[in-house]
Structure formats: structure tokens, C-alpha cells
């Protein structure tokens, strides 16, 4: 197992959906003890803090519908430039939000140092709407879209103009909730999507090889992991704000982290949308750190 130095960046961020509380998420993760997790496995971790975030009432933009625009732009901003910073001084950016929203910032940073990112979207749902097609304006289902290129100048054009990764180089993991106008952009740019009935038929680890394959024949310069806890069931993880019943489960998801590990493939992460107001004890934070430990090396014997 490679000893890594992780910096991890706190972002929390709820203007990118409706419901109030996911802000608070990577207190929670921290409190789970995601640090002491790291680095009982023998990481470096420096803890840089949350990027900070101010409170808002929730506002729309007039034009195109789309909430807190203005405030998501900013925090995406200032989490590009860090995230950026954090992969030029050779660290590991392991990045908890907050919403998912966030990946716009994170995708943007990490654009600054590779050309053909590959990424596994796990999720339950595609991120992938536009404010014309987004039946609610939440921008935290918006950031593949806005990563591929389309979407609100604003967002599009975050730390750097343009799209940043690649359509063809999205693999995403789990969908199981997707709205029309996202089916029809899945389609036409060509992502690669597994969804439940995928991993039902032919089993994670399959799943997860296939996309290794993927990455390998698309000659992805580094992978980054943007994880969604509504991915898993909602029985594991209910503290998210938009559960979907028939997901991911809990071994399913540490099998999959597991086998990325193995493949050492992974250069950077997010862990998204706990929200502690929902949760159960801390219980979707728990299982946040526990997969964290599953990504960065943790094994039973």
C-alpha cells in the first residue's frame, strides 16, 4: 500500500439543493473520525479546514431558474483554486462536502494538471441537468453537465473557460433516478453509465473491472472518485438528502473501493451529501469514513 499526503478539504456547502443541513456534513465525517482513520493507516494527513462558505437565504436567478448561482460560483471557485494547489504541492485532494455542487470546483482544480481525467460518478443519480432541463434549478444536479461543458457561463466557465473533463471518460456507478432530459445528454455524449440493474446482473467486481478496462483503453492520465452516499441504499446511509431505495450495498460499495484500491489507480476523491439533520446516529458518516478506509488501503487481515 502507497503512503500517501492527503490534504483534506472541507466544503460545507448546502446552496446547491433545497434542503437544509448537508453543510454540516464534513463536520460529521470528521467527527467520525476520518482523519484518525487515515492515518491509524499510516497517511499523512493535513486537515486544511472548510473553505468558508457564507449563509445565504435562498435566492434565483431571474433568467434561468437556477439557485444560489452567484454563491455556488463563488465557492466553486475558491475550491478549484485549492484543490489545484493541493495536486501542484504532490497531495492526495480528498475533498467532504457538503453538496454536490461541489465537483464543479473539484473538476475545474483538477483540470489545471490533467488532460484526460477519467471519473466514476457513484451515485444514484446522473448529476447531468442543465437549467433547461432541471425540473427543480438545484445546481447539485448539474456539475457533470457544467464539467462537460454545458450549461450557465458562469458555471462552465469556472477557474478556467470551458469544458474539463471528457464525456467519453465519465463512468457512472449506481443511477437509478434519472430525469428525461439526462437520459437523452447520456446518450448523445456517449457516458458510460452502470446502473442497478448492471450491478445486480453481473455483480460489482465485474462493475468495477469493466471500468478499469474503460479507463485503460480511453488512456486516462488519472482517475478522481466523486462519491455520492445517496449511491448506497438508504438503508445504510440515511442521511441523505435525495434517498432512492434499491441501491448499492454497504459491502458492495466497500468491495468496489476496495478493488480501486487494488488497482491503484485513484488520485483524488469527494465524499458528498451527508447530512446529519436527516441522519441516524451518524450513521451515514460512519459509513463515509469507513469507505474512506476501504479507498486508501484498510483490510480485514
Known amino acids: 500500500m502507497r503512503t500517501l499526503d492527503i490534504m483534506m478539504i472541507g466544503v460545507p456547502v ?8 448537508v453543510d454540516m456534513g464534513p463536520s460529521a465525517i470528521r467527527y467520525a473520525g ?3 482513520r487515515l492515518e491509524s493507516l499510516g497517511h499523512r494527513v493535513e486537515d486544511c479546514g472548510n473553505i468558508a462558505v457564507s449563509p445565504v437565504r435562498e435566492k434565483t436567478d431571474t433568467q434561468k431558474g437556477l439557485k444560489n448561482l452567484s454563491e455556488v460560483t463563488s465557492v466553486s471557485e475558491e475550491l478549484a483554486t485549492v484543490v489545484s494547489d493541493s495536486v501542484a504541492n504532490k497531495k ?4 467532504l462536502g457538503g453538496d454536490h455542487s461541489i465537483a464543479i470546483g473539484t473538476l475545474a482544480g483538477l483540470a489545471d494538471h490533467y488532460s484526460n481525467l477519467g471519473v466514476i460518478w457513484y451515485d444514484a443519480h446522473a448529476d447531468m441537468n442543465t437549467s433547461e432541463t432541471s425540473p427543480s434549478g438545484n445546481i447539485h444536479g448539474m456539475p457533470l453537465a457544467v464539467s462537460i461543458g454545458l450549461g450557465h457561463d458562469q458555471l462552465v466557465n469556472v477557474h478556467r473557460a470551458g469544458a474539463k473533463i471528457d464525456p467519453k471518460n465519465i463512468v457512472i456507478i449506481g443511477a437509478r433516478a434519472l430525469d428525461p432530459g439526462e437520459r437523452q445528454l447520456i446518450k448523445e455524449k456517449g ?7 448492471e450491478i445486480d446482473r453481473y455483480g460489482m467486481s465485474a462493475v468495477i473491472q469493466q471500468t478499469l478496462q474503460h479507463f485503460e483503453d480511453r488512456k486516462v492520465d488519472g482517475v478522481h472518485l466523486s462519491l455520492d452516499l445517496d449511491g448506497l441504499d438508504p438503508l445504510y446511509t440515511p442521511g441523505v438528502g435525495t434517498p432512492v431505495p434499491g ?13 480501486l484500491e487494488d488497482a491503484d489507480v485513484i488520485t483524488s476523491a469527494e465524499f458528498v451529501e451527508v447530512n446529519p439533520i436527516l441522519d ?14 476501504s479507498l486508501f488501503g484498510e483490510k480485514l487481515l
Not at 457516458?191 to 440493474?197: A, N, P, Q
Open 14 to 21: 448546502d446552496l446547491g439543493q433545497s434542503r437544509r443541513g
Open 191 to 197: 457516458v458510460t453509465v452502470f446502473t442497478m440493474h
Open 34 to 36: 476520518a482523519v484518525e
Open 92 to 95: 492526495f485532494p480528498l475533498i
Open 280 to 293: 441516524e446516529y451518524n450513521k451515514t458518516a460512519d459509513v463515509a469514513v469507513g469507505l474512506i478506509g
Open 247 to 259: 441501491g448499492i450495498t454497504y459491502r458492495e460499495s466497500h468491495l468496489a473501493l476496495e478493488l
